[in-house]
């Protein structure tokens, strides 16, 4: 079987060569018709992009955001500084009313200039906003600094507990101002607040969210007010969750376009270097630009956006789609200095390195289509467009090589002697010829040290931690991370969680029993300290209902809680709504059924929040009881569902690509013994870098989870090159140590080329602004090397044992 598939490469090629231009023009026309698409292709940095759209975590998200709008804010924070001066208010307030007029797609801006501020005036109740009446003097704002600071509402919220810092928080609208068909429509933008009053949640969620783009122009709008208005008085710092994935977004647009110039030019100096012809350079490098092209588009087409893990797939695919035409190449050289003509050499390296080539793709898509079932979204597409690009680099490289071959004018050159024996070899023969000579020679050491390293290794990776932090994926020095610490520093958190209370029937929230619960329930949350995990804040309808009852009471602080009966709270509600407020609807649904309670923690690992999450779910299902029914959503909860779904998503991969590439591997060389064994060498990069990582203290992050795939479907490339070639040459000679020297001389000159373009690719992820990308790119280009270390010594000394205890090896 293997051998008629092998003559059947070899036929191919000959009509390939004989027909170059018919074949290019099919091939070529076929890729253009592709590219018209690269224009919609998009970034997406956002959270909730890591999940699937039928994940019921991201389902519960969107419920709430169809319910409450948006609950990711961006946050400027001023301070330190006099908060309480006529100047500063002043600059508070025309900032303030530059970001309501000037910011897109805005839903609202609370600052201290139109906080809340409920007061009783004998039977009437006022709610305006704080600064409505501009303080006239300074003799106002002792006044105004002791009413805001004595606000439980505003502090940590607007102010700080010193009073030094202050917040202007900016949220933009949930939808989106095109419709889902790509159409501006017209009942968004503006008109906002009257389109969610027209339209049920269920009607509302079949309008698109907001777009990526269109948080990319509200932020960048944002920003350019902050760097207007920030000054020495006026200290400014700008995070938030929008601002987080805009400098993401930012820094994935810059880092594609450094890995695609790095890796083609690195990839070109290394062919030119290796092979010494123009036609060695150009005709690899044209095929995986073509593959990446057509498999870029392809992810367009399906409105698959470019995300923080398939932001590798440009450079990776341009690495890692080079090795089929190096292979080949190497083996047309080769023949072709021998005195073949161009024909006769590419018809005899497309017969000899045809299978392997396909298998070797066959075997790298099958270790990263293990990740197509994965939970996280960006793993799952990557896995279905990384091995669909492998194989159409296969394709490409079947069908363009032999056609630019027969197009171009290439020449041989004069034959060096590289049998190691004969004449003068070249320092790379006689290298090869020491490494044949000590992995035949010392099998039994070489192996018994290899099985040291990898169980020195699995112990170390016991201490592996999990991690999900886009934040600390960013530079340390990066504005909106200090920004981000600043503002948990000072004000007690920058992002939120939300808890949704659903009583299950209409006003089923006008009841005094479950109110008082949830206060109660709320008090004991803010009580909340682990060390890292606190909560700074919380907010919900509890917070009016006593503000109202205490304006309503001669604004006296005692009466600062929530009614005991029933009518008076349903008339302490409808007071609050003809004051002419809309800020119930931040906290309840327009039947009165479901509530939101907001709560504020800092920024940390996902990691963290796992058991925080839980904490809180159950703290307010054991209070609230059979009163209604609760679940936690927003930004925070499907981070962690993020980290569950990884977790469970990599084991699942890792499993996958073992069984899947063993099974290959067995197939090709047709020994399973030999198959099996021929997986130690493929494994231990693996089982190496688990230790680095542990030694190192390495997370095991969104990147770090696919070196395990990544580096098997890989490294197991260039087993299947010796593997296949050992076989040969084990039957023709039936001397091992021959078959070995033979194997190394030939394939193993393409594995050195392969590797050494495979590992400088990833090695190019060390240039990353980001911090998981550099160490994704060191340890995934340090388990490749490590890979062809083992190709060299492990595999050979393992069929050298084989071979003297009498066990059948050729094919």
């Known amino acids: 079987m293997r051998k008629r598939i092998e003559i059947f490469f070899g036929e ?23 590219f018209s698409n690269l224009a919609d292709l998009q970034l997406d940095a956002s959270v909730e992009a890591f999940l699937h759209e039928d994940d019921p975590a991201l389902l519960d998200y969107n419920d709430f955001r169809n319910q409450f709008g948006r609950d990711e804010l961006s946050l400027i924070a001023i301070g330190p500084t006099q908060v309480f001066s006529l100047d500063f208010l002043k600059t508070l307030r025309s900032m303030h009313e530059e970001l309501e007029e000037t910011v897109p797609y805005l839903d609202e801006v609370n600052s201290l200039f139109n906080a809340r501020n409920t007061q009783g005036v004998g039977d009437e109740l006022l709610v305006d906003d704080l600064l409505e009446q501009f303080p006239s003097d300074e003799s106002e704002l002792p006044a105004l600094k002791a009413l805001v600071l004595s606000n439980p509402v505003y502090q940590n919220l607007l102010i700080s507990e010193d009073g030094l810092f202050t917040t202007v928080i900016v949220r933009q609208q949930a939808y989106s101002s095109l419709s889902a068909d790509g159409e501006l429509q017209d009942t968004l933008g503006d008109d906002f607040e009257s389109f969610e009053l027209e339209e049920t949640p269920a009607e509302r969620s079949e309008t698109p969210f907001l777009t990526e783009p269109e948080k990319k122009e509200a932020v960048r709008a944002i920003t350019a007010i902050v760097k207007k208005y920030n000054s020495p008085e006026f200290p400014l710092s700008l995070a938030g969750f929008p601002v987080v994935a805009d400098d993401i977004r930012a820094a994935m647009r810059a880092d594609m376009s450094k890995f695609m110039g790095l890796a083609v030019l690195t990839i070109a100096l290394f062919l030119f270097v290796m ?139 004069a034959p060096k002697v590289s049998d190691g024996k004969h004449g003068e070899a070249s320092y790379l023969d006689r290298l090869l010829d020491q490494v044949a000579d000590i992995s035949t020679s010392y099998p039994k050491i070489i192996i018994g040290v290899s099985l040291m390293i990898i169980v020195g290794s699995l112990s170390l990776a016991t201490t592996i931690r999990f991690s999900h932090d886009p934040l600390s994926w960013l530079a340390s020095d990066s504005p909106v991370r200090k920004s981000t610490y600043l503002i948990d520093e000072q004000l007690q958190g920058s992002g939120t969680m939300e808890v949704i209370i659903d009583t299950g029937q209409e006003n089923g929230l006008v009841n005094p029993t479950l109110l008082h619960v949830l206060d109660e329930a709320n008090q004991l949350a803010e009580e909340i300290d682990d060390g890292s995990v606190f909560v700074g804040k919380i907010l919900s309808i509890t917070d009016i209902l006593k503000e109202i009852h205490q304006a309503l009471h001669a604004n006296d602080p005692s009466f600062h809680l929530i009614a005991d009966d029933r009518e008076l709270l349903a008339q302490e509600l409808l007071l609050f709504e003809n004051s002419g407020s809309d800020d119930l609807e931040d906290f309840v649904d327009s039947q009165f059924q479901k509530a939101r309670v907001t709560i504020k923690v800092p920024w940390l690992d996902a990691v963290e929040y796992t058991r925080f999450t839980e ?145 400088l690719g990833f090695f190019i992820y060390m240039f990353s602004s980001m911090h998981n990308l550099f160490n994704f790119g060191l340890l995934t280009g340090l388990a490749i090397v490590t890979a062809l270390l083992a190709d060299y010594f492990l595999a050979p000394a393992l069929v050298t044992l084989l071979a003297r205890s009498g066990k059948a090896l050729s094919s």
């Not at 209604?628 to 469970?648: C, E, F, K, N, Y």
């Not at 997370?699 to 593997?723: C, K, Q």
């Not at 078959?739 to 080329?753: D, E, K, P, S």
Request: charged share 10%; hydrophobic share 55%.
């Open 12 to 34: 191919f090629a000959r009509v390939v060569f004989k027909h170059p231009l018919i074949t290019l023009l099919i091939v070529l026309g076929s890729a253009a018709s592709l």
């Open 275 to 413: 092979f010494r012809r123009i036609s060695g350079v150009v005709a690899p490098l044209l095929i995986v630009i073509l593959s990446l092209l057509s498999t870029v588009s392809c992810m367009a087409m399906a409105h698959v956006p470019i995300m923080m893990p398939t932001q590798i797939l440009p450079s990776f695919l341009l690495a890692v789609g080079v090795g089929d035409s190096v292979h080949i190449l190497a083996i047309f050289y080769h023949r072709l200095d021998k005195g073949d003509d161009k024909e006769s050499a590419i018809i005899y390296a497309m017969q000899h390195s045809g299978l392997a080539v396909l298998m070797t793709s066959l075997t790298t898509a099958a270790g990263l289509a293990s990740f197509s079932t994965a939970e996280v979204a960006p793993i799952a597409h990557l896995g279905i467009f990384a091995s669909f690009g492998v194989l159409l680099a296969f394709v490409y490289t079947v069908t363009i090589l032999p056609s630019l071959i027969s197009l171009l004018p290439i020449s041989s050159k």
């Open 615 to 759: 904490h809180i779910q159950n703290l307010y299902r054991d209070r609230l009881g059979e009163l209604a029914q609760v679940h936690t959503t927003g930004m925070l909860p499907l981070l962690t569902r993020t980290v569950d779904a990884a977790m469970r998503s990599a084991v699942r991969s890792y499993i996958i690509a073992g069984i899947v590439i063993s099974l290959m591997m067995i197939l090709l060389v047709g020994n399973w013994r030999l198959g099996l064994l021929c997986m130690l060498p493929n494994l231990t990069p693996i089982f190496l870098m688990a230790g680095v990582m542990g030694i190192f203290d390495m997370p095991l992050d969104m990147f770090t989870m696919l070196i395990g795939s990544i580096a098997i479907g890989l490294a197991v490339d260039d087993t299947i090159h010796f593997m296949r070639n050992y076989t040969r040459y084990f039957a023709e000679t039936g001397d091992n140590r021959e078959a070995v020297r033979h194997t190394l001389q030939t394939t193993g000159r393409a594995m050195f080329i392969t590797t050494v373009v495979l590992a």
